[in-house]
């Protein structure tokens, strides 16, 4: 703010001579495991890097003072064309967005949610979407997102 080089660490950044500081902490998304009446998971592949071209679960990164929940509904929203009800909470999970060490570090909660209305289309930051039965899901190395991998994992399990 004032111009001063500024002191880094880890956890935080601090202006020696104006005091200012900022903290550093995992960047929040929220994503939404969507599942239809037959068992099947809503699932998008990514139009973007990172991972472009890899399949992920719909959601996104909140915007600033945006409620978890709300972020769901408006990143599934824009991706999918769907709207969806939360439901239970599933899990928190860290990561980076990106497979470069300096990524920056993501900080992932994950819904169940279930389709209330709209039509399923591709869209925003997604080129493609896809049901799939937990037999069928795509191999790992066509999931960008480790914690998407452990996700998918836990489901397919329960």
């Known amino acids: 703010m004032c111009a001063t080089e500024l002191g880094h660490s880890h956890e935080r950044v601090e202006c020696p001579a104006c005091g200012f500081v900022t903290h550093s902490n995992s960047e929040p998304t929220a994503g939404a495991l969507i599942v239809d009446d037959e068992g099947r998971i809503l699932l998008v ?3 973007h890097d990172p991972f472009g071209g890899t399949w992920d679960v719909p959601g ?19 991706e999918t064309g769907l709207e969806v009800e939360p439901e239970e909470f599933v899990a928190a999970r860290v990561d980076r967005y990106g497979a470069d060490p ?7 909660l994950y819904w169940t949610a279930r389709v209330t209305g709209g039509e399923p289309q591709a869209g925003d930051d997604a080129s493609d979407l896809h049901w799939f039965e937990p037999s069928e ?20 399990k329960s």
């Open 45 to 47: 592949k990514r139009a």
């Open 60 to 78: 996104g990164f909140l915007e600033e003072a945006e409620d978890p929940l709300d972020a769901l509904r408006r990143e599934v929203r824009e």
């Open 102 to 108: 300096a990524a920056a570090t993501t900080l992932n």
């Open 137 to 156: 899901l795509p191999p790992e190395d066509e999931i960008g997102f480790p914690n998407v991998r452990e996700l998918l994992r836990a489901w397919r």
